[in-house]
């Protein structure tokens, strides 16, 4: 599955037109509507906007689960109903740290420190 059907799949699930998409993402509905057709490959700044809009992970959208794979999330019981908020949250942090680990782009507390992640 490509990544403009997981975008069309998402922004179906969200609720959102792609107008909406559009204008919370900050893609023009044009640049979206080429993604989503698959005349255009989304740019990573664009993905990750798209995934904030949609309230899906970059992952998610690029099928790309290696972060999702290889976290456990733990929450104590009495955790309540937020927990998958929380979860979705996490993850995505988790998956931006692997991204930018990806790129060499050290972590604000390595840079000057002498230490390379």
């Given at each position: 599955?490509?990544?403009g059907v997981r975008i069309e799949r998402a922004r179906i699930a969200a609720g959102l037109s792609q107008r909406a998409?559009?204008?919370r993402s900050g893609v023009s509905q044009s640049t979206l509507s080429r993604?989503?057709?698959g005349d255009r490959v989304a740019k990573m700044p664009e993905i990750v906007a798209i995934a904030w809009a949609t309230g899906h992970t970059v992952a998610q959208l690029t099928g790309v689960v290696a972060v999702a794979d290889r976290v456990q999330f733990a929450a104590r019981a009495t955790g309540g109903p937020d927990m998958e908020g929380m979860r979705q949250a996490l993850l995505g942090?988790?998956?931006l740290d692997d991204y930018l680990h990806q790129q060499a782009i050290p972590a604000v507390s390595d840079i000057g420190s002498g230490r390379d992640s």
């Open positions: 599955m490509s990544t998409l559009a204008e993604i989503i057709s942090f988790l998956e």
